[in-house]
């Protein structure tokens, strides 16, 4: 069974896709960071970075997005890319780059659409290749390429639907793209969705001519739409919603999108306890916040992220000592199996992007790896990120890339300790013992300070009580000096603040 559970909070809407009882995919919105992700925006160029090609551009938002000149020329192959779609031809002069100060001028009007969503402190992604998708077809405003979803796979589907929009009459140089729900939509569906596509675009494009300044022109279609179409088009059972209004804004909605032949059924939740952790989804998401992730087999994953990519380690744990060392190659493939699903499930609910490197555990035979490695791949057929894969080194190590559109779950939740900026640790009570030492004698040395008082944090008083206290109080004496020792539990447990008796001022080192 597939379903969606959707809760909604004063600040934030999330969604849970749930197959077989079992979390496979999260949503997590927040009120303050709502997506931009296909809004198009009449912008204003702020700076140009002839270096790198590329430019800021003032959109009314937080944050200035960012423009790269391979965003400005029209590019065939990054449609494709972006769409996973075939097209036809593709004209190789269209993908030569030219000089950004030929195409753009500090302070002059573009119209842009984000294809990326801020993440900490970059701005939104840009492109002037306008693309405004509908449920089955997206329309390329400023392409005259048409092309067909690569995910549709049958020969007789694929020239049915290239001859079907070849014949649409529009302009010349607009393009269409047929998306793989729209493999069971009628003609007129897709005739009437063409309309509506081309109607959005005349209305920006008026928008755009008639305001003034930096606005948003178009915006994508929200949470709640979007999900109930992808419920509707990959046929989820059912979706349950703890919301009043949102469910009756699906309701609304179903009429609209759903066919005759649609078993999507939309309740509303009622019970008391709350709708996550009535199905098991908070244990989820509090697992996706740690590192280790632990197996059935008894292996486990270890989730690592650095500034320039995600680690994924495969373990072996506990799972090995259960065979009994019987036929340790197949228990390492079995833990590598389960470790491939999990992975993909796991980058699903983490929302992890960007490089990401799996270390699967070292095995003797490479029909045995490449096991693993289609495994992995067919595990992450559902994920509805684009996702690159490279093969399997002989060391274990899977590459691969994920599309980063939006910030990780991590990144939503939250945010850089403050006592250990991020690093995840911090000094031992011995490290913090040695520097209170150099800083009571650069005190008395430089400072001319023979009476201190020290504020130390309880855990560190009473590290010190047991090990150093005596040695710095008599190193202390030995510089006709004095110091006493005091707690204030306000303090970090590896920081030290050291005053003058005398004048009650705070000394700094």
């Not at 009882?21 to 931009?36: A, F, G, P, T, Y």
């Not at 779609?85 to 573009?110: G, H, P, R, W, Y």
């Not at 209170?436 to 130390?456: P, S, T």
């Not at 047991?466 to 008599?474: A, G, S, T």
Request: glycine share 6%.
């Amino acid at each position: 069974m597939k379903e969606i559970l959707i809760n909604v909070a004063s600040k934030e809407l999330r969604v849970a896709k749930i197959k077989n009882k079992r979390l496979n995919d999260l949503l997590v919105e927040r009120k303050k960071s709502r997506q931009i992700v296909g809004n198009i925006y009449r912008g204003k160029v702020k700076n140009i970075l002839k270096n790198i090609q590329s430019a800021f551009i003032d959109i009314g938002e937080d944050d200035n997005g960012f423009i790269h000149i391979s965003d400005i020329v029209e590019n065939a192959q990054k449609f494709q890319e972006m769409f996973d779609m075939d097209f036809d031809s593709i004209n190789n002069q269209e993908n030569q780059e030219t000089d950004i100060t030929k195409v753009l001028k500090a302070n002059q009007t573009v119209l842009v659409q984000v294809v990326k969503e801020p993440i900490g402190t970059k701005g939104a992604r840009l492109t002037s290749n306008v693309s405004i998708p509908g449920r089955f077809l997206v329309l390329l405003p400023n392409s005259p390429h048409r092309g067909v979803s690569k995910k549709i796979t049958d020969n007789k589907s694929r020239t049915r639907l290239k001859s079907l929009i070849q014949a649409f009459e529009m302009p010349s140089d607009m393009g269409l793209i047929c998306r793989t729900s729209c493999l069971n939509a009628t003609q007129d569906q897709l005739i009437d969705e063409a309309h509506e596509l081309i109607e959005i675009w005349q209305n920006t494009r008026y928008q755009f001519e008639k305001t003034k300044g930096t606005s948003l022109l178009y915006q994508e279609s929200d949470v709640t739409k979007r999900t109930l179409i992808t419920a509707i088009d990959k046929q989820y059972d059912r979706i349950l919603v703890d919301d009043k209004a949102t469910f009756n804004s699906l309701l609304r909605m179903q009429k609209k999108y759903a066919t005759e032949d649609c078993k999507l059924k939309i309740e509303l939740y009622r019970d008391k306890l709350p709708i996550f952790k009535r199905f098991g989804v908070e244990k989820e998401i509090d697992k996706a916040a740690n590192r280790k992730i632990w197996l059935p087999s008894g292996g486990y994953l270890f989730f690592e992220r650095t500034e320039a990519m995600y680690t994924v380690d495969v373990n072996t744990g506990r799972g090995q000592k259960k065979d009994g060392g019987k036929n340790v190659e197949e228990a390492i493939v079995h833990v590598n199996m389960e470790a491939a699903d999990e992975i993909a499930r796991q980058l699903s609910i983490r929302n992890i992007g960007g490089l990401i490197i799996c270390d699967f555990i070292d095995m003797r035979y490479r029909k045995n790896g490449r096991r693993v490695l289609d495994r992995l791949k067919a595990a992450l057929k559902e994920d509805s990120a684009k996702i690159t894969i490279l093969g399997m080194s002989e060391f274990g190590l899977v590459e691969m890339t994920r599309q980063r559109s939006r910030e990780s779950l991590i990144q939503t939740m939250f945010t850089d300790c403050p006592y250990c900026y991020g690093k995840g640790v911090v000094k031992n009570f011995e490290s913090v013992s040695v520097e209170l030492e150099r800083a009571i004698l650069e005190l008395i040395h430089c400072g001319d300070n023979f009476a201190l008082d020290v504020n130390l944090h309880p855990q560190f008083d009473q590290y010190l009580t047991k090990n150093d206290k005596e040695f710095l109080c008599e190193m202390a004496e030995q510089h006709n000096a004095k110091v006493l020792f005091k707690t204030k539990d306000t303090l970090h447990i590896s920081e030290f603040e050291i005053f003058n008796s005398t004048n009650g001022q705070l000394l700094e080192v």
